[in-house]
């Protein structure tokens, strides 16, 4: 079984306020992107991952991926698998990857195995796995609130746009992003913005992280006032950071060498 994990990008991303749990309430619409990873899922004797593409740190076992597989075998008794991941997505980038690896391996198990698992069930155990994990489980465009694991799919394409994302390998620490945050002022909802006409979105449709994120890393926002100055109708920072990335009503081209810029096109 081959399934293709993808990316995604936050559109407006607002932090409420922080939770007893620790966690953060959070606003923000979440659209799915044509970057992809590769996932392969095949019955096995014994369980293996195995990982090839962009290299992944840290010891396999706390693997989002392999997370997900135990998930899934504690609470069904499924078999063991082999499981291969080709990495294209960068990690730490604010634009999901890591979390739709999981996600899609959840989704692979419950078709593999035949386990007539709900959305509903399956968003479940993902939220299980990390905050934006069940928005991978249908990766359709969505409004997201509280951590991330109440979503609301809303009526929103992009198909016909061009995206440009520019990611340049800096590591933005979630603590970092956090740090100095002021919660947004709710007087004009995300979900009234996001009605709004593509043109009308730069300077209403914000990322709260935006502005500690971009006084410690300044290339950041160099890199948003290039988009912008290229043509983009809509830029942002996506996520927590560090990929920037902006919207374009015709094919941009790549600017520079330097950094890695990824040119994708919105299916009609």
Not at 22 to 50: C, K
Request: net charge negative.
């Amino acid at each position: 079984m081959i399934l293709y994990p993808p990316a995604k990008i936050n559109i407006g991303l607002y932090v409420i306020n922080k939770r007893l749990d620790g966690y953060h309430n959070l606003e923000s619409v979440m659209v799915p992107i044509p970057l992809y990873d590769i996932l392969e899922l095949q019955p096995a004797d014994n369980f293996s991952f195995s990982t090839s593409g962009i290299p992944i740190p840290g010891n396999p076992d706390t693997n989002l991926c392999v997370k997900a597989f135990h998930l899934m075998k504690e609470k069904y008794a499924i078999a063991d698998v082999a499981m291969h991941l080709h990495k294209v997505i960068p990690m730490g980038a604010g634009i999901g990857g890591g979390s739709a690896d999981a996600a899609f391996v959840l989704r692979g198990l419950n078709d593999l195995f035949s386990l007539h698992l709900t959305i509903k069930e399956l968003e479940e155990l993902a939220a299980q796995l990390g905050s934006d994990c069940p928005f991978f489980i249908t990766d359709k465009p969505k409004f997201t609130e509280g951590r991330g694991e109440i979503m609301k799919e809303i009526s929103l394409s992009l198909n016909g746009y061009f995206l440009k994302l520019i990611n340049d390998g800096t590591h933005v620490s979630t603590a970092d992003a956090f740090l100095d945050l002021i919660p947004s002022d709710l007087s004009n909802h995300l979900t009234d913005k996001i009605q709004l006409p593509l043109r009308e979105w730069q300077g209403k449709i914000t990322n709260d992280f935006e502005k500690t994120i971009f006084s410690k890393y300044p290339h950041l926002k160099t890199y948003k006032d290039k988009l912008l100055s290229e043509g983009a109708i809509y830029a942002s920072m996506s996520g927590s950071g560090s990929s920037v990335y902006g919207i374009f009503e015709e094919a941009p081209e790549r600017t520079s060498e330097a950094v890695t810029e990824v040119i994708l096109a919105f299916d009609n």
